[in-house]
């Protein structure tokens, strides 16, 4: 059986980024996610896991420069360093707080750079990052990421970043299978594609679509969805990584309602 874990860079926040594992706690979660800790200590972020009895399940590699458009460094030559220097950071954030899955983004093509250029790069730097890793017993997980919300991201259909697996051919790297992403990019395949692809994912992420909002406010019958994974012995994690419609602590309705 699958269980959820709450994303505290989307939910709660009402409140500061270290408040928010107070209020995971309070909502009865033992597991969170988040998306880049790297503003904050190693110690602050520990003291508040240990202190809930909280699991941090995933994180990301840094991006670069977040606001100056930079989306993951992972495609781009000219940034190889910086890439090198980022994956051990998040070796060292994950080995401390206790995460085994750090998802790496790939970035948007930049400008003039062939295609064919960046995908050697994002491979070559796929399999650093995953040799680094497996040292240390971490898994390394891809993510295609819907056009609409992300222009010119490089890894933008599931298909691409299931060969990009199968280039890589190292069993510490995994697909990370977002249901809101697939929707945008593939309108009615979510349940044929994870069956399809389901040996080689590692983590499950949710949004309805359109808003990116919880479940239960959009289009995607998400019952279908849960029931699908039970089905089909999906044992992993879902992460919630949405931006609630009202208040956070009224975005939970729905898991109560599907027994979670």
């Given at each position: 059986?699958?269980?959820?874990?709450?994303?505290?860079?989307?939910?709660?926040?009402?409140v500061p980024f270290?408040?928010?594992?107070?209020?995971?706690?309070?909502?009865?979660?033992?597991?969170?996610?988040?998306?880049?800790?790297?503003?904050?200590?190693?110690?602050?972020?520990?003291?508040?896991?240990?202190?809930?009895?909280?699991?941090?399940?995933?994180?990301?590699?840094?991006?670069?420069?977040?606001?100056?458009?930079?989306?993951?460094?992972?495609?781009?030559?000219?940034?190889?360093?910086?890439?090198?220097?980022?994956?051990?950071?998040?070796?060292?954030?994950?080995?401390?707080l206790g995460c085994?899955?750090?998802?790496?983004?790939?970035?948007?093509?930049?400008?003039?750079?062939?295609?064919?250029?960046?995908?050697?790069?994002?491979?070559?730097?796929?399999?650093?990052?995953?040799?680094?890793?497996?040292?240390?017993?971490?898994?390394?997980?891809?993510?295609?990421?819907?056009?609409?919300?992300?222009?010119?991201?490089?890894?933008?259909?599931?298909?691409?970043?299931?060969?990009?697996?199968?280039?890589?051919?190292?069993?510490?790297?995994?697909?990370?299978?977002?249901?809101?992403?697939?929707?945008?990019?593939?309108?009615?395949?979510?349940?044929?594609?994870?069956?399809?692809?389901?040996?080689?994912?590692?983590?499950?992420?949710?949004?309805?679509?359109?808003?990116?909002?919880?479940?239960?406010?959009?289009?995607?019958?998400?019952?279908?969805?849960?029931?699908?994974?039970?089905?089909?012995?999906?044992?992993?994690?879902?992460?919630?990584?949405?931006?609630?419609?009202?208040?956070?602590?009224?975005?939970?309705?729905?898991?109560?309602?599907?027994?979670k």
């Amino acid at each position: 059986m699958f269980q959820f874990a709450v994303n505290l860079s989307t939910v709660f926040t009402e409140v500061p980024f270290l408040e928010r594992f107070t209020k995971a706690k309070e909502a009865d979660f033992s597991y969170v996610e988040c998306q880049f800790p790297y503003s904050f200590s190693i110690e602050d972020i520990k003291k508040e896991l240990n202190q809930h009895q909280l699991s941090l399940v995933l994180m990301n590699l840094p991006p670069g420069n977040w606001e100056k458009g930079d989306r993951g460094l992972a495609v781009d030559p000219s940034m190889m360093t910086e890439f090198r220097e980022g994956v051990e950071d998040g070796i060292k954030y994950a080995k401390a707080l206790g995460c085994s899955k750090i998802h790496c983004m790939a970035g948007v093509l930049p400008e003039g750079l062939e295609r064919a250029v960046a995908k050697k790069t994002y491979l070559d730097n796929i399999q650093y990052a995953a040799s680094r890793f497996e040292k240390h017993q971490l898994t390394l997980l891809i993510e295609p990421i819907n056009s609409f919300d992300m222009p010119g991201y490089f890894l933008s259909n599931i298909e691409e970043a299931v060969n990009v697996l199968r280039e890589v051919d190292l069993p510490n790297v995994k697909l990370q299978y977002d249901f809101y992403h697939q929707q945008r990019i593939q309108a009615g395949s979510l349940i044929s594609a994870f069956e399809k692809y389901k040996n080689h994912i590692g983590h499950v992420q949710i949004a309805d679509v359109p808003g990116r909002h919880e479940p239960r406010t959009g289009e995607i019958d998400y019952e279908l969805v849960f029931k699908s994974l039970d089905n089909l012995q999906y044992q992993g994690f879902v992460g919630l990584e949405y931006t609630p419609k009202g208040k956070s602590e009224d975005s939970f309705v729905w898991m109560r309602r599907n027994g979670k």
